[in-house]
């Protein structure tokens, strides 16, 4: 810290209160919900307090109880969300660092051609492009497979353009060091410029981890196979849209549940940006 | 920060022909199969007038276009596209940037604070837009039964302004955490001794936030710009659609929320795709401009 | 394909070597691939029913596969069409009936496909009512009529006896049910009466139940130049009366799609025009007596009350597919046709029997007087429908429907009167079905 100033501090700490407040209270809501029963969830209002069927609710899902409309395991969907989101955040990561080295670090032909083509991908609305898209990737033969899943999704103008920001931040002096060194581009980008740029690539992971954790219409369209959906689609599935009872404390649970891989990642990742600030204090 | 990053450029580069095309080889090969293709289909599809299973299609040139300007509900929503964005992109930087200043601040309960603030954002968009609607329900929502007690009376089924607030908070609360992320890690990569520096020049925290800690932000302040610009644009639509699916009477109906409503859900694939050409334009030209402007101010 | 599979996740390398999970189906049964919307406890009951019906046999193996909600169906299932991989079964929701009955060669209408298989297949033992909306021009079965509702009406009977009403005398007439909401309100209840569905049941059930058109051309049976008809006289005398009712807080707007519901069973509202399928949904919730009955109606209206309409879904086949394959789904269809079959699905989810002999066995078995008014859906519908009310089969029906909603709502927040609503529904509705009709020539 650099000075004191108790009253800072303090308006510091409730305005996060608040924050925390606004921004946390569905995810309390759903944990609520998910402890109470189907009848209590449905009363208005409803209860702020967690109710007595934690436990019960929870084992329900889990073991794929017979009235919640999610006849396949929530095991086997987790892995599949676990498994595409760890593709499409690791590829993304991979693929936006190097493009967005080649464009800040040489001059070539052809380079804001090459990245305003990347660019422009953020603004095609997902519906429009998506049946093409998806005749794409059957005329490929990659329905049903976890590279149709992910593949489409790697391409990431958003993570380009990040690391495009961070790369101009680096000072020009250690480029200048690295070239008078004899290093060669790509042992500059290994040794200097990836270490670099853990902050954000750990602030992106997360990002893209739970984009691709959450992915709900793509999946959806490119498999024909129930084992292949991921947890976000399950959740739907329970969801009665329109003419049954929705079991809304399951719901509330099996969505708790979805929400714990991409929280744990959050927490983990959280190491990373505390160890920024560790670095940062040298 | 320096000078020679102005508008974009290094001076320091590496040389090499065939290397940076081998580094983009990679992105450039996924846009193209998965984004340039379909993109060219969708330009093709808004010249076409043709029913869902394009079994008979009609080339119609420009008509899918005339036909869209000129009915008054696809022009209002031009008016309610632009407030929407403004106000979702405006109050979400605003907030969250608030939020990862104070939060960079703080020692005590930290870690606490930040993945309380950062968890939200797993929550998938196809529940959170449930949730919402769940606590703002005008039967039955705590929310709206909250605002009941304190003589609101909440009723976003008929009132517009009241559905526009419901998704823009919707929209903005989706968006805040990513927001938080990306300033916290911003923040934390700003030198201590810089502001350890200043503070003993006698900076106080409100001079040395606006005289370093803001300025070196810029780059992430321009990034989450264009992207919350962008979402905006084009990743509300779920939200719109359980929220208030663009009722009542068309008030939260922007422009993205349209090009669903009629490709997605109703099958009218020329229309939404000259539709979603008119906002690839806009977006296009707003970037354009944030690029030209903007980034050029932001110091590097 | 398995083996494929494995290859590329091999060459990606970076979802490393993951098994994939072989549960092949059983060996030599022909795949049956069946795409549907049903979430929740309606999943649970298709699953079992073709759990079911695979295990009668060993030819055909059934597969169903959810594919989100009715929009989302439809659009994976054209996607899939465009691309050459089109399920065997989709199921459509009613308002894309149209769209599917004019994809001319995407689609195998059932009756044809049922009498190339061999299979045997009598017309008249479906419902009428139902049977006919899916109907080609010349009265084939184009799609199998799986789950079908109409609407019908609840009343809370505690807050009916409350408020000194008989319970047991729900109203018949819209003018009853004014009266019935005014007693209602000075009770203190805090709303008479909401409708889901507003566009399905206050316009397009209500213009059958009153024997009037809602389009011309037969409602769209009998082309595609049809155009809207819902500003006439008597729509607008409805929708002002609903008007009126709104403007002294006896008639509550509950929003879009079925999301009044919860305000009846919540206790607020007392009175509700809602799908014959919510029927569960409610029981489940209300913590206290509920009613059903017929629509209410204007008794001065030649011909009213007709029947009401179907809302819900149907299931299409696609074309191209091969004989083995059709026999197949042929083989389904009778088997989900059989009357204890129709029965145990009407019964279990409110939705209508398809054949009159399902029907007839409810009955037999007492399930009716076990559950009181659950056989007004049926009742409604078992009469002979007249050409203006078989249905609605527009063009764009689902924006249609949208442009009706949006246009309503500014009609109850007082932003325009009920005839400029209703006419300025008829020129944008009339805008979408110019535009279908040159898409689909």
Redesign the interface.
């Known amino acids: 810290m650099i000075e004191r100033r108790p009253m800072l501090d303090l308006l510091a700490h409730l305005i996060l209160l608040i924050g925390v407040l606004l921004v946390a209270f569905p995810v309390y809501v759903t944990f609520v919900a998910s402890t109470q029963t189907a009848a209590e969830v449905q009363q208005a209002p409803m209860s702020l307090l967690p109710g007595s069927h934690l436990i019960e609710n929870y084992t329900q899902v889990i073991t794929g109880g017979s009235n919640t409309g999610s006849s396949a395991p929530v095991g086997r969907m987790m892995w599949v969300s676990l498994i595409t989101a760890l593709v499409i955040s690791i590829g993304k990561i991979s693929i936006s660092l190097l493009s967005a080295f080649a464009v800040v670090y040489f001059r070539f032909p052809g380079r804001m051609l090459c990245f305003w083509m990347i660019f422009v991908t953020l603004m095609l609305p997902v519906e429009v492009r998506i049946s093409p898209t998806y005749q794409v990737v059957a005329g490929l033969g990659l329905l049903n497979s976890y590279a149709g899943l992910t593949l489409p999704l790697i391409a990431s103008a958003t993570a380009t353009f990040l690391f495009r920001q961070f790369f101009m931040t680096v000072p020009d002096e250690l480029a200048e060091a690295a070239r008078i060194d004899g290093a060669s581009p790509m042992r500059f980008f290994r040794d200097i410029l990836l270490p670099l740029s853990r902050t954000s690539i750990a602030a992106l992971f997360v990002i893209q981890f739970i984009y691709g954790w959450n992915q709900y219409l793509w999946p959806l369209l490119v498999t024909t196979q129930e084992d292949m959906y991921p947890v976000v689609i399950g959740i739907r599935r329970m969801i009665a849209g329109g003419d049954a009872a929705t079991e809304w404390n399951l719901v509330m649970a099996t969505a708790m549940l979805a929400m714990l891989p991409p929280a744990a990642v959050v927490v983990l990742m959280q190491r990373w940006f505390v160890k920024g600030l560790v670095d940062a204090e040298k | 920060m320096n000078t020679s990053a102005v508008a974009g450029q290094k001076r320091v580069v590496f040389s090499g022909l065939v290397l940076p095309y081998l580094l983009l080889a990679p992105q450039l090969i996924i846009t193209v199969v998965f984004f340039f293709w379909p993109a060219a289909q969708a330009l093709w599809q808004s010249t076409q007038m043709q029913d869902a299973f394009g079994i008979g299609s009609e080339f119609v040139g420009l008509e899918n276009f005339t036909t869209l300007f000129s009915t008054p509900e696809y022009l209002a929503s031009f008016r309610l596209t632009a407030a929407f964005s403004t106000a979702v992109a405006v109050s979400g930087l605003v907030i969250a940037l608030l939020l990862a200043v104070m939060a960079n601040r703080v020692i005590r309960a930290a870690t606490a604070y930040k993945t309380l603030l950062i968890w939200p954002y797993a929550v998938a968009p196809a529940i959170a837009a449930v949730l919402w609607l769940f606590l703002f329900s005008p039967a039955v929502g705590i929310l709206a039964l909250a605002l009941r007690h304190v003589g609101v009376d909440w009723n976003h089924l008929l009132n517009g302004d009241q559905a526009f607030l419901l998704v823009v908070i919707t929209s903005v609360w989706k968006q805040v955490s990513y927001n938080f992320l990306f300033f916290l890690a911003g923040l934390q990569s700003i030198p201590r001794s810089l502001l350890e520096a200043a503070a003993i020049d006698g900076a106080g925290p409100w001079r040395r936030f606006r005289t370093i800690v803001f300025p070196l932000l810029s780059p992430t302040t321009f990034f989450l710009l264009v992207v919350n610009v962008i979402y905006a644009f084009f990743d509300t639509f779920a939200v719109i659609d359980a929220a208030t699916q663009g009722g009542p009477g068309g008030q939260t109906a922007v422009l993205v929320y349209k090009v669903y409503q009629d490709g997605f859900k109703g099958l009218d694939f020329g229309s939404s795709a000259a539709q979603s050409v008119v906002l690839m334009l806009i977006v296009t030209v707003l970037t354009v401009m944030q690029f030209r402007f903007i980034d050029r101010r932001v110091q590097y | ?1 398995r083996i ?2 494995h290859f ?2 091999y ?2 390398g ?2 490393g070597a ?1 098994a ?2 072989s ?1 092949a189906p059983a060996l030599a049964a022909t795949e049956i ?1 069946l ?1 549907h ?1 049903m ?6 009951r298709i ?1 079992g029913l073709t759990e079911e019906f695979n295990k009668s046999q060993s030819d055909y193996h059934v597969n169903p ?8 169906a ?3 299932g ?8 089109a ?1 065997h079964i989709l199921q459509v929701f009613e308002v ?1 009936t149209a ?1 599917m009955m ?5 689609i195998k209408p059932v009756e044809v496909m049922m009498k190339e298989a061999g299979e045997p297949f009598d017309r008249t033992a479906y419902v009428p009512a139902v049977a006919g909306y899916y109907a080609t021009a010349n009265g084939q079965l184009a799609s199998f009529p799986f789950n079908s ?1 109409t609407p019908v009406f609840y009343y809370n009977k505690d807050a009916f006896a409350k408020a000194g009403l008989d319970p047991e005398a729900p109203p018949k007439t819209w003018t009853e049910l004014a009266v019935a909401a005014a007693k209602l309100k000075s009770s203190g209840q805090r709303c008479g009466y909401t409708t889901t569905w507003p566009s399905w049941i206050q316009l397009e059930t209500f213009s059958a139940w009153h024997n009037v058109e809602y389009a011309t051309k037969n409602n769209g049976f009998g082309g595609l130049d049809a155009r809207l008809k819902i500003n006439s006289p008597l729509h607008v005398r409805h929708i002002e009366n609903l008007a009126n009712l709104s403007k002294q807080g006896l008639f509550t ?8 519901v ?2 009846f ?2 206790g ?1 509202c007392a009175m509700l025009t809602e ?1 014959s ?2 029927y ?2 409610i029981k ?2 209300a913590t206290f007596k509920f009613g059903i009955a017929s629509l209410p109606y204007y008794p001065d209206v030649a011909g009213a009350p007709q029947n009401t309409i179907i809302g819900g879904a149907s299931l299409w086949v696609f074309a191209n597919k091969t004989a083995p394959e059709y026999k197949g789904v042929a083989k389904f269809f009778s088997y989900l046709s059989k009357p204890e079959v129709q029965a145990k699905w009407h019964q279990e ?2 939705y209508l029997p398809v054949t009159t002999a399902a029907y007839d066995l409810t009955r037999k078995s007492g399930f009716y007087k076990q559950n009181p008014g659950t056989d007004v859906s049926v009742e409604q519908m078992i009469v002979k429908i007249t050409d203006k009310s078989r249905g609605v089969r527009l063009g ?1 029906l ?2 249609i429907r ?1 442009v009706t ?3 309503l ?2 009609v ?2 007082g ?1 325009q009167t009920a005839k400029q609503g209703l006419d300025r529904a008829v020129q ?1 509705g009339d ?2 079905l110019t ?2 009709e ?4």
């Open positions: 394909m494929r599979l590329r996740q060459v990606l970076l979802a993951v994939v999970a549960a691939q795409w919307a979430t929740g406890a309606l999943n649970e699953v596969v959810y594919k989100g909600s009715y929009p989302e439809l659009n994976a054209i996607a899939a069409f465009r691309a050459g991989t399920p894309g769209t004019n994809a001319k060669g995407a509702s707007y509950g929003g879009r799609g079925n999301a009044a919860s305000r069973f919540s607020e799908s399928s919510g569960a949904n489940k919730n989810t409110g764009f689902p924006q949208d909603e949006e246009e709502e500014n109850w927040a932003k944008r805008e979408l535009r279908f040159r898409g689909n020539r």
